[in-house]
């Protein structure tokens, strides 16, 4: 059974900084792998997908990477704003076309 | 219209009552999500969609719980006599393709009195 954990679960870091979340998953057996992000209060935003055949796709100051085999995703956040505080989710589609999710990375950015 | 639209964004109702949840998924996407998540949780899956193609009725929590779609349009969630175990935010998704990005809508936060 597939299962998405991502690491921390929470982040605080000065605005400005490099950061990188992380999201891993127990079978390599995905379609593709999808960052979101989620404002209190409101729906998810998608950030970034990547197929199973790719191995990044980058919008902006993300980057995200996919490795397969062993089953983790990062997502790098560059040069962070204040904007930038969301809990950061990530979700795995596996084999059935099921959607398979994490827990969530609550980040925020400090002033 | 550009986005997914739910509605209502707000319901208030009382245990016991039917409700009905409504989800307009972003036009020509074959692809359409339920969701709920309750108050600082996860996403519970409740029911996946595809083109003409059976749903995934596999993460309604019970009975009371059901949902169309009619083709590849508008979808309504209904939750039958609603306990307060059911407030929660209901959120819709849709993609245009089991292999593409999804889009939410803003939810529908349900709060049974």
């Known amino acids: 059974k597939q299962e998405v954990t991502q690491i921390p679960a929470a982040l605080s870091v000065p605005e400005g900084e490099n950061l990188v979340l992380n999201c891993s998953f127990t079978d390599s057996a995905i379609y593709n792998l999808q960052w979101f992000r989620q404002d209190p209060g409101k729906g998810l935003t998608s950030l970034l997908l990547?197929?199973?055949s790719q191995r990044e796709q980058t919008s902006g100051r993300l980057n995200a990477s996919l490795d397969k085999s062993s089953g983790r995703s990062t997502l790098y956040i560059a040069a962070s704003q204040p904007g930038d505080s969301a809990t950061y989710l990530c979700?795995?589609?596996?084999?059935?076309?099921?959607?398979?999710w994490g827990a969530g990375t609550k980040l925020i950015i400090k002033p | 219209g550009a986005g997914v639209s739910q509605s209502p964004s707000n319901k208030v109702t009382e245990k016991g009552k039917d409700v009905e949840l409504r989800c307009d998924p972003i036009s020509g996407h074959t692809a359409l999500y339920w969701y709920r998540q309750r108050l600082g949780q996860g996403l519970e899956f409740l029911i996946y969609?595809?083109?003409?193609?059976?749903?995934?009725k596999s993460g309604l929590p019970s009975d009371r719980f059901s949902a169309e779609r009619t083709g590849e349009s508008v979808s309504t969630l209904t939750i039958q006599r609603t306990q307060q175990e059911d407030s929660a935010v209901y959120l819709c998704?849709?993609?245009?393709?089991?292999?593409?990005?999804?889009?939410f809508g803003s939810g529908t936060q349900l709060s049974v009195l």
């Open positions: 998704a849709s993609s245009l393709s089991p292999n593409e990005k999804l889009f």
């Open positions: 990547i197929q199973s």
């Open positions: 979700a795995v589609k596996d084999s059935n076309y099921q959607l398979i």
């Open positions: 969609f595809q083109g003409n193609s059976a749903p995934d």
